[in-house]
């Protein structure tokens, strides 16, 4: 009755809009999705590419310069997330804004949420999402500002310096988004052929693997998916240098430690979630799940 009377809202300004409950669950889902996996690709590679400048600034001043660059970039990629997630609440995808909080944290997992959907449905108050639009209009008008400011100086360089590999990597990653895996793994192979130490590509290949064997029914298939996507983390591990984003390497931690727990084999799981506690709670790492993972398995034992 709630998420009808948000749509019924919806329609007074908007008649053409669907009344169909499940489709508008359904939209507001996808809409959450492709919002924060935006923001997060960006935000990972403009964090990374912020920590190499940093290493390279001899002063403090010039590496708080940086920080501050990298913090106004983040805001405005919130603000634009924002924009995003009021657009399609006009459409009529009005629970777009609550999937979108209770997917935070879940972007490297390619929101794998399927187990957790019905749970995450019955929690919902839809009294909170009334107001979603007022809650977030100082966001969107600072991120409509921004997008005419980059119509004008379409020019300009952004926050973001695409190499070659990233933008490979982003435009792979939009395969990823499809599940259209075997083009995105075959890419990613010829990628790799040209960057055969780049830990980044090494790590994209494991994560689209890894979500391959997600949809296998046969075990020992899956499990064959699987041995192979735990390769290509290992292959993370053993090409990081000084200059790899460490919060890569705590992604890649914990993904290859939840390929142990698939296959039994806890103990050294454990042992692999202690080594990304020990980078950190660095951002877009993978502390806080890392940390939640090993005290479950520890109950368990």
């Known amino acids: 009755d709630g998420i009808k009377t948000l749509l019924d809202e919806r329609r007074k300004e908007t008649a053409d809009i669907s009344p169909d409950v499940f489709l508008a669950v359904a939209r507001s889902l996808i809409a959450a999705i492709d919002a924060r996996q935006i ?58 804004f609550y999937f979108a909080d209770q997917l935070k944290g879940l972007e490297d997992s390619g929101f794998d949420i399927a187990g957790s959907l019905r749970e995450i449905t019955l929690s919902l108050d839809t009294t909170k999402e009334t107001n979603r639009l007022t809650q977030f209009a100082e ?97 993370v591990l053993r090409s990081v240098t000084p200059q790899t984003d460490v919060a890569l390497v705590s992604l890649s931690y914990v993904a290859l430690a939840r390929i142990y727990e698939f296959f039994g084999e806890s103990a050294y799981a454990i042992k692999i979630y202690e080594a990304a506690i020990k980078i950190g709670n660095v951002t877009d790492g993978a502390y806080t799940e890392a940390v939640a993972s090993r005290e479950r398995l520890m109950k368990e034992q």
């Open 39 to 96: 923001e997060f690709d960006k935000t990972r590679i403009a964090t990374a590419q912020a920590r190499r400048k940093i290493d390279q600034m001899k002063t403090v001043e010039e590496k708080k310069s940086v920080s501050a660059e990298l913090a106004a970039f983040k805001k405005s990629l919130a603000d634009e997330t924002a924009l995003q997630l009021s657009e399609a609440y006009r459409r009529g995808a009005v629970l777009s």
């Open 139 to 235: 966001a969107r008008k600072n991120a409509l500002a921004a997008r005419e400011e980059r119509r004008k100086n379409s020019g300009s360089q952004e926050m973001i310096i695409e190499n070659p590999v990233t933008k490979r990597l982003l435009e792979i990653d939009a395969l990823t988004k499809t599940k259209n895996y075997v083009e995105a793994e075959k890419q990613l192979k010829q990628l790799l052929e040209a960057n055969p130490l780049e830990s980044r590509v090494y790590y994209n290949l494991g994560r689209v693997v890894s979500l391959s064997a997600e949809g296998i029914t046969d075990t020992e298939a899956r499990k064959l998916r699987l041995r192979q996507a735990k390769v290509a983390y290992e292959n």
